[in-house]
C-alpha cells in the first residue's frame, strides 16, 4: 500500500516562508516523478511542482521564483521550499506520483497566507 504523509503546513504571514515534506511509505513507492499539488477552497486541484528521480524540475508560473522542489531519495521524501508566499497560495498541498494515481493521495498540509 503506498502512503504519502504530507506536513509542514501552518498559517504564515504574506512575505513569510514554509518548508514542506512528503514522506513515501517505502523506497519503491517514491516514483520516478514526484509532484506537489495543491487545492484551493472552490478550485480544482493543481500542479504545482514535479521533481525527476535525477532531480530535474518544473514549476507552475504562479509559483516560478518561489517555490523549490527537491527530493531525498535516501529519505524517500520530497520537499517544497516555499519563499515569499502570497495569499493566493493558501490551499491544502499534496504530494503524489506525475501523473498522480487517485489511489494515493493523502491527508494533505494545510498552508493559509494571511496577516
Known amino acids: 500500500q503506498v502512503q504519502f504523509v504530507e506536513s509542514g503546513g501552518g498559517l504564515v504571514q504574506p512575505g513569510g516562508s514554509l518548508r514542506l515534506s512528503c514522506a513515501a511509505s517505502a523506497s519503491r513507492f517514491l516514483f520516478d516523478a514526484m509532484g506537489w499539488y495543491r487545492q484551493a477552497p472552490g478550485k480544482q486541484r493543481e500542479l504545482v511542482a514535479r521533481?525527476?528521480?535525477?532531480?530535474?524540475?518544473n514549476y507552475a508560473d504562479s509559483v516560478k521564483g518561489r517555490f523549490t522542489i527537491s527530493r531525498d531519495n535516501a529519505k524517500n521524501t520530497v520537499y517544497l521550499q516555499m519563499n515569499s508566499l502570497k495569499a493566493e497560495d493558501t490551499a491544502v498541498y499534496y504530494c503524489?506520483?506525475?501523473?498522480?494515481?487517485?489511489?494515493?493521495w493523502g491527508q494533505g498540509t494545510q498552508v493559509t497566507v494571511s496577516s
Open positions: 521533481i525527476t528521480r535525477v532531480s530535474s524540475t
Open positions: 503524489n506520483k506525475v501523473p498522480p494515481s487517485p489511489n494515493y
